[in-house]
């Protein structure tokens, strides 16, 4: 058969003129060079101008290439919301460079894995965690790694654990380093763990596509106004940041740094620095919602995006008559953060205001750069009605998926199935096609914004030598959202307090990992003596109601 030529092919080639690998890097060369005098970054005291941050980034990436890093090389970073975490996220990719932000609440075994299997060759450390980074890598045995201390006046406490500091990198780079830009926009940008649904942590891998596209969704799924000012509620380290770094440089906007995450500094931030964007999990929402009247003392309007577990319709409520505007969002690590979102519409605004947060609490519909979403049957991609009823498990697919998990082929392959990425959670779908989150199937377990494996708790309750058996479920709280229920058949003979379990557990893992609930009994099991978690749920909700 012979085949058709087609007069769109013949003599229209790729070439340099005509295209340019996406990546989110030119949102701050751009910004830079048209509002080099528009403000960048505050922190405190501190202000940047775009031309100046712009500048530090240059420097660094020049400075970090000058001492042998480049192309794919990771480069991790343990730190809070503070300018030089913001700044990595160019600087890094600029020479090539993979960004690996972690998780600062983890403990020192779980960032020494991150930091071996990620293959880091150097770690960027803000001194408030110099103590646990330092025993992560004496843990992990890299101690070729360049360790690059982040040293900041206003933070009172860490020492130096490294061969050189932020600034004496920044002395070192050239202002006028140009980057590379990316040979594909395929290449990978960042790495991102995520607990999954086994103790070891998975690592997501982002690619420069992905990032361009959702940072530019951001904008336009929230209508942000150029210039918006956004307050850095959210880690940067989550998802780095649901790719608001790079939404900001689009935007050419203002990033308000913060290390703490407090009602007062919130509210101060808000109304000085006259905030109009920020992101943050229920908790956050929840916090800020009960805090003393006299903390909110602003005018303008502020927006809010809201995503983890779903944020309780009272909450909405409460934030949105004090005048904070809630959008809320669904996405996973693989999904480069927020990929779905409950696009508001107008006609919904008649309703009552009990009624709107009961709309706003259901995830939504795909993002601009989402392809497919869809609820459908898990063995065979069949969707289910649309009747908000039927369970079946949520699949995304599109530019803002992941490239996959990194050393990982396995459970890349398991996670897209026939063409769709397998989110693990079970929800509906409604008629007016916007998906509802019903439960998880993986049984993670979120609480206050982070994602906690069931597995990971399980292993250290089982290291107590009174602990027969151990399941953990997710218990639902009005503060965290959800936090880690566990149910203990203790060995015979053994007697244990709740306390002193929950103690051991502290003193094994990460504080926000650690079970809040102990209960202790047999545990339900099938025929095949396998624990039905299902059951255990169940009972983990049912004692809200009696306590």
């Not at 048209?34 to 400075?63: F, H, K, N, Q």
């Not at 990971?456 to 229920?485: F, I, N, Q, S």
């Not at 307090?497 to 609930?517: D, S, Y």
Request: hydrophobic share 40%.
């Amino acid at each position: 058969m012979q085949t058709k030529h087609s007069i769109y092919e013949s003599g229209l080639e790729v070439t340099a003129a005509n295209y340019a690998a996406l990546t989110p890097l030119s949102f701050a060369e751009r910004t830079a060079a048209i509002y080099p005098e528009l403000t960048a970054v505050v922190y405190g005291d501190l202000r940047r101008t775009w031309g100046e941050t712009y500048e530090r980034m240059c420097r660094i990436a020049s400075a970090l290439a000058g001492r042998g890093l480049g192309k794919d090389d990771t480069v991790s970073v343990i730190a809070a919301n503070i300018p030089e975490m913001f700044e990595a996220h160019f600087a890094v990719p600029m020479i090539g460079a993979v960004l690996n932000t972690v998780n600062t609440r983890l403990d020192a075994e779980a960032i020494a894995f991150i930091l071996s299997h990620a293959e880091a060759k150097a770690v960027l450390v803000d001194p408030e965690f110099s103590d646990v980074v330092e025993r992560a890598i004496k843990i992990s045995g890299r101690r070729d790694m360049l360790v690059i201390d982040i040293e900041d006046a206003s933070y009172d406490g860490g020492h130096r654990i490294g061969s050189v500091t932020y600034d004496e990198l920044l002395a070192e780079g050239d202002p006028e380093f140009r980057y590379v830009p990316p040979e594909s926009e395929w290449d990978a940008i960042s790495l991102n763990y995520t607990s999954g649904t086994t103790g070891n942590p998975k690592g997501v891998v982002y690619h420069h596509r992905g990032a361009a596209l959702n940072a530019m969704s951001n904008i336009m799924t929230w209508g942000m106004a150029h210039h918006s000012r956004y307050l850095w509620t959210l880690p940067m380290f989550h998802c780095n940041g649901w790719c608001f770094p790079w939404t900001i440089a689009a935007n050419a906007g203002v990033c308000v740094c913060l290390r703490a995450v407090r009602a007062e500094p919130i509210y101060e931030a808000i109304r000085n620095e006259k905030v109009t964007h920020f992101c943050g999990a229920p908790i956050v929402l929840n916090m800020l919602a009960n805090a003393p009247d006299e903390l909110k003392d602003f005018s303008h309007q502020v927006k809010v995006m809201t995503a983890g577990a779903s944020p309780p319709a009272a909450v909405i409520e409460k934030m949105e008559a004090m005048g904070v505007e809630v959008t809320h969002v669904y996405g996973l690590t693989e999904t480069y953060g927020p990929s779905v979102v409950c696009a508001w519409k107008g006609a919904w605004n008649a309703r009552t205001a009990e009624e709107r947060a009961r709309l706003k609490a259901r995830q939504g519909v795909r993002n601009l750069a989402l392809a497919g979403l869809m609820v459908a049957d898990p063995e065979t991609l069949m969707p289910v009605p649309s009747d908000g009823e039927t369970l079946g498990e949520i699949f995304m697919r599109g530019n803002n998926v992941m490239k996959g998990y990194l050393k990982n082929p396995t459970a890349t392959d398991e996670s897209f199935n026939g063409g769709w990425f397998a989110s693990g959670d079970l929800g509906v779908m409604h008629p007016d096609g916007y998906v509802e989150l019903k439960d998880r199937s993986k049984d993670i377990i979120i609480s206050g914004g982070e994602n906690i494996s069931s597995v990971e708790v399980e292993d250290v309750l089982y290291k107590h030598p009174a602990v027969m058996e151990a399941a953990v479920v997710a218990r639902p709280d009005p503060k965290w959202g959800e936090t880690p229920c566990a149910f203990v058949e203790l060995k015979p003979g053994q007697e244990l307090e709740e306390a002193e379990l929950i103690a051991f557990c502290r003193q094994n893992m990460a504080h926000f990992k650690t079970p809040k609930t102990v209960v202790y009994g047999p545990l339900p099991k099938t025929s095949t003596g396998k624990i039905q978690k299902f059951l255990l749920r169940d009972q983990a909700r049912a004692l809200n109601e009696t306590k």
